[in-house]
C-alpha cells in the first residue's frame, strides 16, 4: 500500500538534502554572489532524519502478513540496483577523469564493501550511500524479527535497549559496532511505531499529534541549528518525536479521507531515491557548467540555484521512470521465476 501523505513527505526530505548540497556546490563553483545561507548547508542532515523516520513506518507496513526471506528479497531489489548504477558511474569518473573526482583510486576491498553497503570506516563510494547502509542494518533486524516471530510492540523495546546499552558502553570504534549502537536508529525505531500505530487501527489521534509535533519541532532544529549539529542521543531524540508525530499526522488524516493528494508532490516523492542518489552527480556537472559561463551576478546566481533544483528532480524522475522502476520490475519478475511452483494434487 503506497500513502501519498508518505511520499509528500519524501519529497520535502530528499530536496531538504539537494538544497543542502547544492549550497555547497554554490560555494565551490559560485560567482561570488550567494544564495543560499549557512543554515541551508546544515539542513541536510535534517532530511536524512527524516527518511529514517519515513523509511521505519514503511517497512513496518510493507512488512504485514511477509515471510522473512520475501521481505528480505523485496527490500534488497529495491535499494542496490539502481545503487549499484550510480556507484558504477562515480567509479567509471574515478578511474577516467579523477582531476574531477579529487580522489584517489579506492583498494578493490573498500570498492566492494561499497557495493555492498557493508559498514566501513569511510563513506561508501556513492557517499549518500553511507544511509542506505543504516537501511540494510534496518532490514536485517527486521528479517530477524520475523524469523523469531516476535511482535514488534516486544520487539522494538527490545532492540532500543539494545542500541542504548551499546552507545553508553561501547567503546569500540569497529565500523559494525558503531552502526549497530548509532542512536540514528532510534530515529527507524520512532518511524516504526508510527507504522505500528497505523496497522493496528490507531489512526485517529491525528489533531493531537499535529499540534504535539509542530510544538516540538522548532525545540529539535533550535538544538540542530544552533547548539549541536550531530547524531548524539539527544539530539536524534529531539527530531525523531516531532518527525514521527509529523509523519503520524499525515497518515492520520490520509486514512480519515481527509489529505489532499498534490500529484506533483506525489512523483516527487516517487522519484525521491533516485533523486537522493543521483543529485550529487548532477549538481557537480552543473557546477562546472556554471564556472565556466559568461553568466555574472546576482540573478545569475539565483537562476543557477533555481535550475540546479529543478534539473536534480527532473533526473530523478526520468531516472525513476526508465531505470528505478524497469529494474525493480525486471527483479521481481526474476525472483518470481525462482520461485519453486506448487505442485496441485489431482
Request: proline share 5%; hydrophobic share 55%; with cysteine.
Amino acid at each position: 500500500m503506497k500513502f501519498s501523505s508518505v511520499q509528500m513527505f519524501r519529497a520535502i526530505a530528499a530536496n531538504v538534502v539537494v538544497l543542502a548540497h547544492l549550497h555547497g556546490i554554490e560555494g565551490k563553483y559560485g560567482k561570488g554572489y550567494v544564495c543560499l545561507p549557512d543554515w541551508i548547508g546544515l539542513s541536510g542532515f535534517t532530511g536524512v532524519h527524516f527518511f529514517f523516520v519515513i523509511s521505519g513506518c514503511v517497512i513496518v507496513i510493507s512488512s504485514q502478513g511477509a515471510k522473512w526471506l520475501d521481505f528480505m528479497a523485496a527490500r534488497v531489489t529495491r535499494i542496490y540496483p539502481i545503487y549499484w548504477f550510480y556507484t558504477t558511474i562515480y567509479l567509471l569518473a574515478i578511474v577516467l577523469v579523477p582531476q574531477s573526482v579529487g580522489i584517489g583510486t579506492p583498494s578493490p576491498a573498500s570498492i566492494l564493501r561499497s557495493y555492498l553497503l557493508w559498514p566501513d570506516y569511510g563513506a561508501p563510494l556513492l557517499t549518500v550511500g553511507w544511509s542506505l547502509v543504516f537501511e540494510m542494518y534496518f532490514y536485517v533486524i527486521l528479517a530477524i524479527v520475523l524469523v523469531a516471530a516476535i511482535p514488534l510492540h516486544r520487539a522494538l523495546p527490545l532492540w532500543a535497549g539494545v542500541v542504548l546499552l551499546l552507545g553508553l558502553f561501547s567503546q569500540q570504534q569497529n565500523p559494525l559496532l558503531l552502526l549497530v549502537g548509532s542512536p540514528l536508529v532510534f530515529e527507524f525505531i520512532a518511524g516504526a511505531l508510527v507504522g505500528l500505530a497505523i496497522v493496528e487501527k490507531h489512526a485517529s489521534y491525528g489533531r493531537v499529534a499535529l499540534m504535539a509535533g509542530l510544538a516540538t519541532l522548532p525545540v529539535g532544529l533550535i538544538r540542530y541549528f544552533f547548539y549541536a549539529p550531530d547524531v548524539s542521543f539527544l539530539t536524534v531524540m529531539l527530531l525523531a518525536i516531532p518527525f514521527s508525530l509529523l509523519l503520524y499526522t499525515g497518515l492520520s488524516y490520509e486514512t480519515g479521507g481527509q489529505w489532499p493528494r498534490l500529484r506533483w508532490m506525489v512523483l516527487l516523492g516517487d522519484a525521491s531515491y533516485s533523486t537522493y542518489l543521483s543529485h550529487s552527480l548532477v549538481l557537480s556537472a552543473m557546477g562546472r557548467m556554471f564556472s565556466l559561463s559568461p553568466f555574472y551576478g546576482w540573478l545569475a546566481e539565483a537562476g543557477f540555484v533555481l535550475l540546479c533544483i529543478v534539473v536534480a528532480n527532473l533526473v530523478g524522475i526520468l531516472s525513476y521512470q526508465l531505470l528505478e522502476r524497469p529494474s525493480l520490475k525486471l527483479c521481481r519478475a526474476l525472483l518470481g521465476a525462482l520461485k519453486p511452483k506448487r505442485v496441485v494434487a489431482q
